[in-house]
């Protein structure tokens, strides 16, 4: 059992940064990789970056050289630092932990958490 606790969204105007935050608690030895998903309006929800317990990193193409995520494993958190931001990233952003599950170890379990607003607007 995770649970994952967001924080850092908000206003900001296009072209400007915002640093997410995610804080996972509860089993959080069996953690295998965190990371981040977006909803954006009038759209499914869709990968935006994630980062493996080995530092491995993943992207969105329409995020690469602007997004970044990182892992502190040591502090179970997992923050995406956005730069450059245009109105096409608003979005509700999620922290997401993939979870290595005891009944079946070959299994993760994708745990979410509630979402934090951002708003890309002038």
């Known amino acids: 059992q995770v649970q994952l606790v967001e924080s850092g969204g908000g206003l900001v105007q296009p072209g400007g940064s915002l640093r997410l935050s995610c804080a996972a608690s509860?089993?959080?030895?069996?953690?295998?990789?965190m990371g981040w998903f977006r909803h954006l309006p009038g759209k499914q929800r869709e990968l935006v970056a994630t980062v493996t317990i080995g530092g491995s990193t993943n992207y969105a193409d329409s995020v690469k050289g602007r997004f970044a995520v990182s892992r502190d494993n040591a502090k179970n958190t997992v923050d995406l630092q956005m730069d450059s931001l245009n109105p096409e990233d608003t979005a509700v952003y999620y922290c997401?932990?993939?979870?290595?599950?005891?009944?079946?170890?070959?299994?993760?379990?994708?745990?979410w958490g509630q979402g934090t607003q951002v708003t890309v607007s002038s």
């Open positions: 509860g089993s959080t030895s069996r953690i295998t990789a």
């Open positions: 997401i932990a993939e979870v290595r599950s005891l009944r079946d170890p070959s299994t993760d379990l994708r745990y």
